[in-house]
């Protein structure tokens, strides 16, 4: 069992950055895929990255590369989402997610574990 808690949302003008924490408990995290998603009014939960805990490969969605960097910390269970260069369509409910196994996926039905979330506002 995992418990994932977010953390670091917040408000923030266009152009600004954020970084977002995920604190997980639990035995065995290390040995989890853990992912970042995103939720904005109306819409459908979309992939915002993820991160192998083989090789720490890290893939992006098109909408967020080369602006966040997902990164982990075994160490202090802890997995960060740095969001820069924010833009007003960044607005959303982020989660963390976690997921056994070796394969990564960017389906959030594919997550065993959810953190409860956090607001992340972008001003124009």
């Known amino acids: 069992q995992v418990q994932l808690v977010e953390s670091g949302g917040g408000l923030v003008q266009a152009g600004g950055s954020l970084r977002l924490s995920c604190a997980a408990s639990?035995?065995?995290?290390?040995?989890?895929?853990v992912g970042w998603f995103r939720q904005a009014p109306g819409k459908e939960r979309e992939f915002v990255a993820t991160?192998?805990?083989?090789?720490?490969?890290?893939p992006y969605a098109d909408s967020v590369k080369g602006r966040f960097t997902i990164s982990r910390d075994n160490g202090r269970n802890t997995v960060y989402l740095q969001m820069n260069s924010l833009k007003p369509e960044d607005t959303a409910v982020y989660f963390c997610?976690?997921?056994?196994?070796?394969?990564?996926?960017?389906?959030?039905?594919?997550?065993?574990?959810w953190g409860q979330g956090t607001q992340v506002t972008v001003s124009s």
């Open positions: 991160m192998s805990w083989i090789d720490g490969r890290t």
């Open positions: 639990g035995r065995m995290f290390s040995s989890y895929n």
């Open positions: 997610a976690a997921r056994a196994g070796a394969v990564l996926s960017n389906r959030s039905d594919e997550y065993n574990y």
